[in-house]
Nanobody
Framework: QVQLVESGGGLVQAGGSLRLSCAASGRTFSSYAMSWFRQAPGKEREFVAAINWSGGSRYYADSVKGRFTISRDNAKKTMYLQMNSLKPEDTAVYYC???????????????WGQGTQVTVSS
């Protein structure tokens, strides 16, 4: 079992940057694919980025490609999302998730964090 805790959210102006972290508990973090999803008010949860167990494969939603970078440190049991050139439409609650495959659907993931709010002002 894996427990996930996100941090690093906050309020930032458009064009700014934030780095989100997802700290995991449990001894098998390195065996899980990890991902970030987000959910804006009144909208469905959407895929943002995913990374396989080793960090060798990374996937991004078209809306964040070139601006966001997903990474992980298995020794620290932590995953990151570096967000640059933020836009107001990036405003959402960001969730990290762990699963067996680095898929783009919520159903690919078994464990979820509680979320961290990111607000981008114009």
């Amino acid at each position: 079992q894996v427990q996930l805790v996100e941090s690093g959210g906050g309020l930032v102006q458009a064009g700014g940057s934030l780095r989100l972290s997802c700290a995991a508990s449990g001894r098998t973090f390195s065996s899980y694919a990890m991902s970030w999803f987000r959910q804006a008010p009144g909208k469905e949860r959407e895929f943002v980025a995913a990374i396989n167990w080793s960090g060798g494969s990374r996937y991004y939603a078209d809306s964040v490609k070139g601006r966001f970078t997903i990474s992980r440190d298995n020794a620290k049991k932590t995953m990151y999302l570096q967000m640059n050139s933020l836009k107001p439409e990036d405003t959402a609650v960001y969730y990290c998730a762990a699963g067996k495959v680095a898929g783009t659907g919520s159903h690919d993931y078994d464990y979820w964090g509680q979320g961290t709010q990111v607000t981008v002002s114009s």
